[in-house]
T-cell receptor
Framework: EAQVTQNPRYLITVTGKKLTVTCSQN?????MSWYRQDPGLGLRQIYY???????DKGDVPEGYKVSRKEKRNFPLILESPSPNQTSLYFC???????????FGDGTRLSIL | KQEVTQIPAALSVPEGENLVLNCSFT??????LQWFRQDPGKGLTSLLL?????REQTSGRLNASLDKSSGRSTLYIAASQPGDSATYLCASPIWRYGGSQGNLIFGKGTKLSVKP
């Protein structure tokens, strides 16, 4: 089944404790992206990757890192999480940029 | 900077009604315009994609139109059903220097409720 898989689905953690949210797709897509969704602010892009080893900032990259060493994986890293990063996070992929995106089911992060 | 706006933020209609959801964008040099559906607690599902050279796109009871000159897209839902209840979002990829930049800008969505 074609899918985008995010893990974990839910996480409660404390300020400053490094965490990684994994994202994997099995569709051989070139383009991958991370978004956060907050009430009243909508869906905002954090980082995206046009292909392996090619990443770039979206609208809200501060406090986040990403890497794209393999085509299928695009982890989101919070080196020193803070409470303002409490949010619902989505990973998405598409065959290439501009094509319909497939979204994961989301990761709900709570930073205390 | 591209801004995407969706009005209204929420809409409640009786079952069977035809309805229109609106999406406006500030930069008409769009690559394409995409419509998504989001169910509570779930990720987004792609519904329709209209290329910048197209005027409309249809899938079942859904029809999306694009008017670049006025900076508008509409999603028409025919004969609405309670199962159509969800949040509908539109999104526009940014076009720059002859190629897309990689950013996808979303509207905040319209929350649709279809009453039985």
């Amino acid at each position: 089944e074609a899918q985008v898989t995010q893990n974990p689905r839910y996480l409660i953690t404390v300020t400053g404790k490094k965490l990684t949210v994994t994202c994997s797709q099995n569709m051989n897509h070139e383009y991958m992206s991370w978004y956060r969704q907050d009430p009243g602010l909508g869906l905002r892009q954090i980082y995206y990757s046009m292909n392996v080893e090619v990443t770039d900032k979206g609208d809200v990259p501060e406090g986040y890192k990403v890497s794209r060493k393999e085509k299928r994986n695009f982890p989101l890293i919070l080196e020193s999480p803070s409470p303002n990063q409490t949010s619902l996070y989505f990973c998405a992929s598409s065959l290439w940029f501009g094509q319909p995106q497939h979204f994961g089911d989301g990761t709900r992060l709570s930073i205390l | 900077k591209q801004e995407v706006t969706q009005i209204p933020a929420a809409l409640s209609v009786p079952e069977g009604e035809n309805l229109v959801l609106n999406c406006s964008f500030t930069d008409s040099a769009i690559y394409n315009l995409q419509w998504f559906r989001q169910d509570p607690g779930k990720g987004l599902t792609s519904l329709l994609l209209i290329q910048s050279s197209q005027r409309e796109q249809t899938s079942g009871r859904l029809n999306a139109s694009l008017d670049k000159s006025s900076g508008r897209s509409t999603l028409y839902i025919a004969a609405s059903q309670p199962g159509d209840s969800a949040t509908y979002l539109c999104a526009s990829p940014i076009w720059r220097y002859g190629g897309s930049q990689g950013n996808l800008i979303f509207g905040k969505g319209t929350k649709l409720s279809v009453k039985p």
